[in-house]
Each structure stands twice: as C-alpha cells, then as structure tokens.
C-alpha cells in the first residue's frame, strides 16, 4: 500500500542545479523516517541524505553537505532534495526510500522505495 515516486531527474553541466520530488503515499509520514539515496554504475548505494518526519533531525553525507537541501512538505505528503552546484561525482540514479522505524540507524531500516530518478551531471 506504501508507494513512493520520484520526479525532476534529468541532465545538467557541472554547477547546475536540480529539484528532485517524492511524492509518498500511504504511510505516515509524520511520524516516520524517510531518505534519498543514490547509486552510480559500479558504485555502491549511498545514502545522500535522511530527515525524521518532524524535521528535527537532518543527515548527509560528507560529499553533499552545503550543496544539497532535504526537507518536507507534510501537507502534499512530499519529500524534495534541492541540489545545486553540482558534480559529475553526483551522477547516478536517485531513489527516494521511507523507513519502517523512526530510529532509522541503518540502511536496512528502509523497506519502501520508489522507481529512481536518474541524474546525469556532465563536465
């Protein structure tokens, strides 16, 4: 019943900006945990960043920090990831994923998922 959907995807030169969205359905959201990740080929999926539902709590990796923006829009049940300044580094597909706990401390804690996004940042 849970399903989540991800927009905005699409390719950009280096130091341009995208606005992804993740429209959730079925799960609440305001009490939850819920977080974008990428994965690049040949990479490993990494968790871009992760917000509580509260937001009170935000998270993101290293490589991201100052360039992109996490946050919530309760009333239409939808999550954004505001990115600018972007890399090549930060070409890959984008998934939007909600949690089955509010603690969240793992990757594992993330059981729905959206289809991705794909981002592809050129030099």
Known sequence: ???????????????????????IEGYALSTGCVAWFRQAPEK????????KSD?????????????????????????????????????GVYYCAAANTIFCYTDADYVYWGQGTQVTVSS
């Open 1 to 23: 019943q849970v399903e989540l959907a991800e927009s905005g995807g699409g390719s950009v030169q280096t130091g341009g900006s995208l606005r992804l969205s993740c429209v």
């Open 44 to 51: 490993e999926r990494e968790r871009v960043a992760r917000v």
């Open 55 to 91: 937001g009170a709590s935000l998270a993101y990796i290293d490589s991201v920090k100052g360039r992109f923006t996490i946050s919530l829009d309760h009333a239409k049940n939808t999550m954004y990831l505001d990115m600018v300044n972007l890399k090549p580094r930060d070409t």
